[in-house]
């Protein structure tokens, strides 16, 4: 099995796919695993309240394994306070149910870190897509997160970040991108110098430590 910790598409072949999911919390399926949370892209000053109202009741679905992709955006054009309020409630819901965060960040690291810290932030929590250099990389895992990496990794630049990181933190991802996750797996293992396989592996370990055993078959 290789994990794919965050799609906007559907399985592909041997994959295991978290899919996340943004709108229409309502018309959520019975199978298969979700993430769920409102993106700052997409938040509405009229129609937030509502949205969350019903990501709170659908989060209590146990395929919704984790809350987002959700966190703050630096270049987008929602306004910076929503943005933070609605992120705030997010982790505030998370930490209600027990269930991990995804996280969406563009140039806003410090102030995720401290909208996680002020709200006593204890459950795991994945930044997706990430993209910048080994000093962040080491503060974000310092903190006791976790990183996920997907079409970024075709540059040379994030491999060297990605080789000087400890694989029992990191995760793989396709995100909306046109790519392959068994690309990103043949990437990383390079970057990392072990074997597909034995990535894999870790990449299942490092799911079941965050979510749980029950999604995944899993066979040590
Ligand atoms: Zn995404």
């Known amino acids: ?21 943004f709108e229409h919390f309502d018309r959520l399926p019975g199978t298969g695993w979700y993430s769920m949370g409102l993106h700052p892209w997409y938040l509405r000053e ?41 992120f705030t409630e997010q982790v505030k819901l998370a930490n209600e149910t027990g269930k991990p965060l995804i996280i969406h960040c563009v140039r806003a690291f410090d102030d995720v870190l401290s909208v996680l810290k002020h709200n006593g932030n ?21 903190e006791g997160h976790y990183l996920s990496f997907g079409k970024a990794l075709d540059l040379k630049t994030l491999q060297q970040v990605l080789k000087q990181l400890p694989p029992d933190r990191i995760f793989l991802e396709t995100d909306d991108a046109s790519i392959s996750i068994e ?8 970057s990392l110098q072990i074997g597909q396989d ?3 592996l870790q990449i299942q370990k490092n799911a079941v430590t965050v979510f749980g055993p029950a999604p995944f078959h899993y066979d040590n």
């Open 122 to 142: 204890k459950v795991p929590v994945i930044f997706h897509g990430f993209y910048r250099g080994l000093q962040l990389a080491n503060k974000l895992l310092g």
């Open 198 to 200: 034995s990535l894999s």
């Open 1 to 21: 099995m290789i994990i794919n910790i965050h799609s906007h598409g559907p399985a592909t072949g041997e994959e295991w796919v978290l899919k996340n999911v």
């Open 183 to 190: 690309s990103r797996y043949q990437l990383a293992a390079e």
């Open 46 to 86: 009229n129609d937030w309240k509502g949205q969350l109202a019903l990501l709170r009741a659908k989060s209590e679905q146990p395929n919704v394994l984790a809350i987002g992709e959700c966190g703050l955006d630096k270049v987008c054009p929602t306004d910076p306070a929503l943005q933070k309020l609605v």
